[in-house]
């Protein structure tokens, strides 16, 4: 486990975050932040849910959702969309893919091969440039590859 991913360095990640999204941070807002910041499995919303009760039983699932865009729309998270299945949450806002494993429908972050850019690995049209990416992989993913 990294630094970030320990109680202090999460809950100092998340205030960075915040302050410069400006988001307005409820109590509620920060549980959900920190249960996303220290998921490496790509959580759903339920999921996320079920974490936050433990942390604080009165939360509302309508106040993980609202409290879900509120961040994706900041940047602070991102939300995933993957075919005919829930949505996901990512904390790593780092230039990345996802690899979704079709047996078992773990989500793991995929980085691209070091000095590799987007450009370099698909056929743009001539004059276009990549902003973000956001692309899934689907196969299968064997049990020794760790999320971190």
Known sequence: ?????????????????VKRAGVRMTRQRHVVLEVVLSSCDHPTAATIYERCRQHLTGISLATVYN????????G????????NGP?????NL???????????????????KEGLRPEDVFDLPEGARVCRMDACLHGFIPDTVKTV
Do not use: K, W
């Open 1 to 17: 486990m990294t630094a970030t991913h320990t109680p202090i360095g999460i809950r100092r990640q998340a205030a960075s975050l």
């Open 94 to 112: 780092v230039p990345h893919v996802h690899m979704q494993d079709e047996v078992n429908d773990r989500v793991i972050d995929v980085q691209l």
């Open 87 to 91: 949505s996901r949450y990512c904390a």
């Open 67 to 74: 409290s879900l865009e509120a961040m994706t729309e900041a």
């Open 76 to 83: 602070i998270i991102n939300h995933l969309h993957f075919d």
